[in-house]
């Protein structure tokens, strides 16, 4: 009965191997090159906000699935190039990586709270000096880790996104 125990210890821990092979760290690290910069802004970001982060991530071109732009998997990332070439604003390709390094460095998961804000304005009623009151309603994520990548406005909130993804 005493070698029992020690044999479930030996038999758990050849689990855990097994497990971890599927997990990030094994086998040499792949970074496409497209992805570099925006491995070391992240990295750079995370330090800013007092977190030593060394990516360890692989990061490629692939197909992510359908309804996907990218993808986090166990450590791997995909990213559909189709996709990534079309982005017209660096911003796009930042929200892009961030996000998905957010899931798979930071553990993160979606976060699809979205924030409205409405202001009334002055709308034209053909005559000089007098307006009819409009309002206008603006929405956007709170989180750069919102499922839906077109609610987020990295330019105009940049710095509440990175507060909110290292906090």
Known sequence: M??????MKNLFLVGMVFL???GK???PQVIDPAFVPYVKMFEEEALK????IKVQSNIVFGDPGKGHNGYCYWGN???DKTQWDSYGREAEKITLIFH???HCELGRLHDDEILTESKTLCGYTGIVGECRPEIH???WAVSIMHSD???VKYIEHTQAYLDELFK
């Open 100 to 102: 998905e390094l957010g």
């Open 77 to 79: 990332v995909t990213i």
């Open 137 to 139: 309603s603006t929405s």
């Open 2 to 7: 005493k070698g029992q125990g020690g044999r």
């Open 149 to 151: 990548m077109g609610n």
């Open 25 to 27: 760290g094994v086998g």
């Open 20 to 22: 971890g092979a599927c």
């Open 49 to 52: 906000h007092g977190k030593a």
